[in-house]
């Protein structure tokens, strides 16, 4: 049976064997900067942190789609990005603060019903 956690990253959920059971999919670039960029996962919230001053004149791009279907793919992308996946979280609710250097974006989780099965 699989199982119903959601990952933060969409690799561990492809090597539990649920693909689309992930918060983000960052690209391979933005992987590969690692030390610079973190996720958290809270709560009711995503936290992303990046240190600009590491990135400096790099866009770091924050991508969603419609149907996450399209997005449930390889990050093939050859830019520094990440993308949302809009089953769990509310990207029309995404907070950002930049203080000493650092920009934190908060994304808030989607409140999901959990159906109850009568016995």
Same mark, same amino acid.
């Given at each position: %049976?699989?199982?119903?956690? @959601?990952?933060?990253?969409? /690799?561990?959920? %492809?090597? *539990?064997?649920?693909?689309?059971? #992930?918060?983000?999919?960052?690209?391979? &670039?933005? @992987?590969?900067?690692?030390?610079?960029?973190? *996720?958290?996962?809270?709560?009711?919230? @995503?936290?992303?942190?990046? =240190?600009?001053?590491?990135? !400096?004149?790099?866009?770091?791009?924050? !991508? +969603?789609?419609? =149907?996450? *279907?399209?997005?449930?793919?390889?990050? &093939?992308?050859?830019?520094?990005?990440?993308?949302? =996946? +809009?089953?769990?979280?509310?990207?029309?609710?995404? !907070?950002?603060?930049?203080?000493?250097?650092? +920009?934190?974006? #908060?994304?808030? &989780? !989607? /409140?999901?019903?959990?159906?109850?099965?009568?016995?």
């Amino acid at each position: %049976m699989a199982s119903s956690k @959601i990952h933060l990253f969409r /690799k561990s959920a %492809m090597e *539990a064997g649920t693909p689309g059971r #992930y918060y983000i999919n960052p690209s391979e &670039k933005l @992987i590969s900067k690692a030390p610079h960029w973190s *996720a958290v996962e809270h709560e009711d919230c @995503i936290e992303v942190r990046s =240190n600009r001053a590491a990135f !400096k004149d790099i866009i770091i791009f924050v !991508k +969603t789609y419609n =149907n996450q *279907a399209i997005g449930d793919s390889d990050n &093939k992308d050859d830019n520094y990005n990440f993308i949302l =996946n +809009t089953d769990f979280l509310d990207v029309k609710e995404v !907070k950002d603060e930049f203080k000493d250097g650092i +920009t934190k974006l #908060y994304i808030p &989780k !989607k /409140k999901l019903v959990v159906p109850v099965l009568a016995e």
